[in-house]
């Protein structure tokens, strides 16, 4: 086998590598003792993909990975959130034992985000002395300092330039139980007008919780038109359609109805109204 | 259910621990900005969180899916740039920019005691910021990253061969402005 010059260069490169067959790897050579201008051409190629391959990689900074762990925990979030509000109502009343447990992990993956060991305590404290008989004027004085407390952390943090401090802050609203109107009013201004979308979920996730309360849907339902984030838009959508609440139909047909919608939005939407 | 959600979450550290160096590199190669490299491998490590049901094993492998996601990250990161008015005009303009830097400092090194490999690595860099931004991507995607043809075919949504032609060529562009320096 001879090969001319234009042959030799549609292989260099894998000879190179070292991927091309013996054949050929011994043509080439043949080809390179005559022609000078392939062989340097070889050369200088070769030169060239050792000096590449030999430039190291550099390592990002450590924020990168905190970050990434921060998103996770609150991606995580979102998702049991999710499968929580998907599961039929019938089929969560039956299984209180399920919901339970469900609602235990949203707890852990809490403690997990905001890494609050003594909150976690606390909050477990404040479980087993429901059930045990402790002293109640105890119990109501120490439940109102840890109220207190969580809604200091909460404006406190709500400000902050850092999205994951942000995500912290929203996570205290959803610790307190029986939250007063400014605490909602805080969480529904971070879900219509964070900048991040991550902080955007976890406001929605700690309102997803009080969406019992007629003022937090009435806030809900007013938030569905301005919200373009797809996964805001279906969690909202599968909240409302399981509080029933038909004030929203409206709205979610006009998702259904507005061409940049994304299908999976759409389909979720229509799947609620069905429900409604 | 907990056991799942487990899983899930040192799936996506695994995922995160395996990628996120040769990806930030990938951006880092391209836009020659460390923060900015750093701000393009987070947005698209949440594009991953967010998308990743999307991922279809059958439609290939999740490197060339995620390097995929990259590339469209670069490419909104670049549309942004042009909205914003005195922002810096996309990959040849970052390049030029960066190609006047490395010159700089070749010159500042020349008649310093330098490493001969280091001055290799700096007129190397030289010339692969006077490619075009296809040609360097190209070269970042097969020589950098080390991804292999018919990855990159997946990637780039060309035929392997047509693939192949482009590393020869921008190799070839890459070798003239090399050696000629």
Known sequence: ?276 | MLQVREGRLSELTELFERYHVPLYNFFLRLTLDKALSEDLTQNLFYRVLRYRQSFEPASGSFRSWVYRMARNVYADHLRQEQKVPGGMKGGSGAAEGMSGGADEKMDRVAGEDVPYSEEQFERLDAAMAKLTPDQREILVLSRYQGLKYDEISKIKDLSVAAIKVQVYRALRQLRTLYFKQ
């Open chain 1, 1 to 276: 086998m001879t090969m001319n010059c234009n042959e030799v260069q549609a292989v260099m490169i894998d000879y190179l590598d070292r991927a091309v067959g013996a054949e050929t790897g011994a043509a080439i050579r043949a080809h390179l003792i005559d022609c000078e201008q392939c062989r340097k051409e070889v050369e200088e190629m070769r030169e060239l993909l050792v000096t590449m391959a030999d430039q190291e990689m550099r390592q990002p900074g450590a924020a990168l990975r905190d970050n990434f762990q921060v998103m996770l925990q609150s991606e995580l979030n979102m998702e049991t959130a999710d499968d929580l509000l998907r599961q039929p109502r019938d089929a969560r009343d039956e299984k209180t034992g399920v919901v339970g447990k469900a609602g235990w992990m949203a707890a852990a993956a809490c403690i997990l985000l905001f890494g609050g060991i003594w909150i976690g305590s606390m909050l477990g404290n404040r479980k087993v002395s429901n059930v045990a008989s402790i002293v109640p004027e105890q119990l109501g004085a120490m439940q109102k300092e840890i109220k207190e407390m969580k809604e200091a952390m909460l404006y406190s943090l709500i400000d902050n330039e850092s999205a994951s401090q942000r995500i912290k802050a929203v996570g205290y609203a959803e610790e307190i139980s029986n939250p007063d109107q400014k605490v909602i009013q805080v969480l529904v201004s971070t879900l219509n007008h964070d900048k991040n979308v991550n902080v955007r979920l976890a406001a929605l996730y700690s309102l997803a919780t009080f969406a019992d309360s007629r003022p937090v849907r009435d806030s809900l339902v007013l938030s569905l038109p301005k919200q373009t984030e797809p996964l805001i838009q279906v969690m909202l959508i599968n909240l409302l359609a399981e509080k029933k609440d038909n004030r929203a139909i409206a709205p979610i047909r006009d998702i259904m109805t507005n061409k940049n919608t994304l299908p999976a939005v759409k389909d979720a939407a229509q799947r609620s109204l069905k429900t409604m």
